[in-house]
């Protein structure tokens, strides 16, 4: 267990960060599902706002450190190729 004053405030920074960041990942999560939603409805207009909304959700985790850089960008990359074979369909 921490016993030195830098290693408790540690622990306590970690829980505050843990925190935000878990509810940071929710966000991004939540805009994800929203815009499966939107596609399975066949909604184009609805999915290119949702695709717009979880671009930018996913852009600004990966700027906070929550998600990796190519993870967002791998992420990005198969919304943008499911919104355009919807669009084609």
């Known amino acids: 267990m921490a016993n030195t ?3 408790k405030k540690a622990v306590r920074k ?3 960060r843990t925190e935000v960041n878990t509810a940071r990942r929710s966000r991004v ?3 994800l599902r929203k815009f499966d939603e939107a596609l399975t409805s066949g909604d184009a207009a609805a999915a290119k706002d949702a ?4 671009q930018s959700e996913l852009m600004r985790a990966v700027t906070k450190g929550v998600v990796h ?3 967002g960008s791998r992420k990005v990359s198969r919304l943008a190729a499911q919104l355009k074979k919807m669009a084609a369909a």
């Open 5 to 7: 004053p830098g290693s």
């Open 14 to 16: 970690i829980a505050r």
């Open 29 to 31: 999560r939540t805009y």
């Open 51 to 54: 695709f717009a909304k979880a």
């Open 69 to 71: 850089k190519n993870t």
